[in-house]
């Protein structure tokens, strides 16, 4: 049995001669949590498509749980598109029976499986009501428990954290942590970068459909250094930015954080700041997966957004 969850050899995807992904090769490991991260327009979704065949490749092979893609092999898979596949004048849980039916999942066993879940993420109150008079968030857990109701091997999940509140993230990413647990892979596209750091053990970033960056988190923030540090103080930290080797200085009200060039020795800063103001906390952090997302981004001369 293959040891990855998915294989991507070489994809290449154009549109009326654009080239929206060109030459991607990914792998996700059973098992795993993994991110795909990258700008608007770098390939993320036209990737995730290309893996269900609602996209063709133009170029390149796509492996799921160790065979070729086909209609068989994508059926294991669980896919939660960005935009909502449901029918708004369709009642709660005769959409869900519905769906689970086209995946193979007989209607009694839809119905055993669906009432822990619609339990879980609160719409219990609402199975007999139709799709348009439920919220925006809770039209995205619905569009979750028609991925999940089919029990897939793989779960590929684009910005699942759309529309909903933050009680609702929390609930969300409790479930994916279970799932997790249980052996399920994960693929997570999503801006949500506070949400990747926390659940993805492994993230690949591409931009402008290639890929600029692979592999494990902690592997991926420890390659890109510890140049970041946390100054908490009392008095005027204007003169920091002009400092050498500080390459920005964010500003979060009772601390700031600061960006060290490559190669710039957080020293310096810690001593012209004793010198000149009452330093409260001074802390060198590692990266974060948003910083290293702008600085990788803007480096291969995209715009994050």
């Not at 490559?262 to 060198?284: N, S, W, Y």
Request: with cysteine; hydrophobic share 40%.
């Amino acid at each position: 049995m293959s040891d990855q969850a998915l294989v991507l050899r070489g994809v290449t995807k154009a549109f009326a001669g654009h080239v929206a992904v060109k030459e991607l090769s990914l792998e996700v490991p059973r098992g795993s949590v993994f991110g795909l991260l990258g700008p608007n327009g770098a390939g993320k979704t036209t990737t995730l498509r290309m893996v269900m065949n609602i996209l063709g490749v133009d170029a390149g092979s796509i492996e799921i749980l160790g065979h070729p893609a086909d209609h068989a092999t994508r059926d294991r898979i669980g896919y939660m598109p960005e935009e909502r596949g449901l029918y708004p004048r369709m009642v709660l849980e005769e959409q869900l029976t519905f769906m689970a039916s086209i995946k193979g999942v007989p209607r009694k066993t839809a119905a055993e499986r669906m009432g822990p879940w619609l339990e879980r993420l609160g719409l219990a109150d609402w199975r007999r009501r139709k799709t348009n008079e439920l919220s925006k968030g809770m039209q995205q857990k619905a569009q979750f428990i028609a991925t999940v109701l089919h029990e897939p091997d793989v779960l590929i999940m684009d910005e699942p954290m759309s529309g909903l509140d933050p009680v609702g993230m929390d609930v969300m990413r409790d479930v994916m942590v279970d799932l997790s647990r249980r052996g399920i892979t994960i693929v997570l596209s999503s801006h949500q970068m506070d949400t990747v750091e926390k659940l993805c053990d492994r993230v690949a970033l591409i931009n402008k459909g290639g890929k600029v960056l692979d592999g494990k988190v902690t592997e991926v923030k420890a390659a890109h250094g510890e140049n970041t540090l946390v100054l908490a103080f009392d008095g005027d930290g204007s003169f920091l930015g002009s400092l050498p080797g500080v390459a920005n200085v964010s500003d979060f009200g009772q601390y700031v954080e600061i960006r060290m060039s490559d190669g710039a020795d957080p020293q310096v800063v810690l001593k012209e700041a004793t010198a000149r103001l009452r330093v409260r906390r001074f802390e060198i952090v590692v990266p974060s997966l948003h910083d290293i997302f702008v600085k990788t981004v803007t480096a291969d001369g995209g715009e994050a957004a």
